[in-house]
């Protein structure tokens, strides 16, 4: 099991809190306005943050065509699987579920990542590897368990969630294998900018108003919508590519199991989701399921 290095650990630890607290950002930015336009406009305020990253950082934007442009098929396949699919399905569930009822469902991606590992990729998981899934496991039916009669009323929305969650666990298991011989930085620019076109096409296919006359955006919706550009597009995204692609999928999948108990939680406080004893075995066992995988393993003995 890998151990993290410092810059690893502090943004795992900002990535944690950042996407923790943006489910019922979220939930507050798509109630009353349609939820591919918020998320579309979100990502054209992330790109250019995003853009001045990579300007200060002097890392290159641009990215090898290769032999039959094969560089920006790969790049398509990547944002295909960790973003189209990811972010039209879960910001439609998020308007349709409790925000951490979303999170909860989202953050099935271990889990599946687990599993496409070992068919598609022959990933062998050790007994730590094992233990942190199945702790996740019973984790998110812990945080699901008060929610199985109302989930049960909005299949669809359910659907949806853990779509999105096994694309994104594909996207995540690509990504650590992609040779594209690029800074992960200048991939996350390019992802979030041919999603930005996808969802804004979508956005107007699918949301445009007969009269032609977008509906204005609150005051709730603007700070939502500005907190998902800036933190979301302009950070957190590239961090995690950063951890996917620079741990091994079972590790970085796993070390981010406390976002959906900081949604859970931070759900409860601001819109008075209500907490059962579940919930803070389920933090438990998130705690142990990240422990499984980011605790440093002990030195094997030398051998006399």
């Given at each position: 099991m890998p151990t993290l290095t410092k810059q690893q650990l502090i943004l795992l630890v900002l990535l944690t809190?950042?996407?923790?607290l943006n489910w019922p950002i979220m939930k507050v930015g798509v109630t009353g306005y349609p939820p591919l336009t918020f998320r579309a406009l979100s990502m054209w305020v992330g790109l250019p943050v995003l853009g001045l990253a990579l300007w200060w950082l002097k890392v290159p934007f641009r990215l090898q065509a290769g032999p039959g442009g094969r560089d920006w098929l790969e790049l398509l396949k990547l944002a295909c699987t960790n973003m189209f699919v990811w972010h039209v399905c879960i910001i439609l569930a998020v308007s349709a579920l409790s925000s951490g009822r979303a999170a909860i469902l989202g953050y099935t991606m271990p889990i599946f990542s687990a599993l496409l590992g070992a068919v598609l990729f022959a990933a062998v998981l050790s007994r730590r590897g094992w233990l942190g899934v199945g702790a996740a496991s019973v984790g998110v039916v812990?945080?699901?368990w008060h929610e199985f009669t109302a989930l049960t009323g909005k299949p669809e929305a359910v659907g949806l969630a853990l779509l999105a969650a096994a694309s994104w666990a594909l996207g995540t298991q690509l990504l650590r294998r992609t040779t594209l011989p690029?800074?992960?930085?200048t991939i996350s620019f390019w992802m979030?900018?041919?999603?930005?076109?996808?969802?804004?096409?979508?956005?107007?296919?699918?949301?445009?108003?007969?009269?032609?006359?977008?509906?204005?955006?609150?005051t709730a919706s603007l700070w939502a919508m500005l907190y998902n550009g800036v933190m979301i597009f302009g950070f957190a995204h590239a961090a995690w590519f950063f951890l996917a692609r620079s741990l091994p999928p079972v590790a970085s999948t796993l070390s981010v199991m406390l976002i959906p108990v900081l949604g859970v939680f931070?759900?409860?406080?601001?819109?008075?989701e209500q907490l059962f004893w579940q919930d803070y075995v389920a933090m438990a066992l998130m705690v142990v399921s990240i422990a499984s995988v980011l605790w440093p393993a002990r030195a094997s003995a030398k051998a006399p």
């Open positions: 809190l950042v996407w923790g812990l945080l699901l690029v800074p992960t930085l979030t900018a041919l999603t930005a076109v996808v969802m804004t096409a979508m956005a107007w296919w699918f949301e445009s108003p007969a009269d032609g006359v977008w509906p204005a955006m609150g931070s759900g409860a406080l601001w819109l008075r």
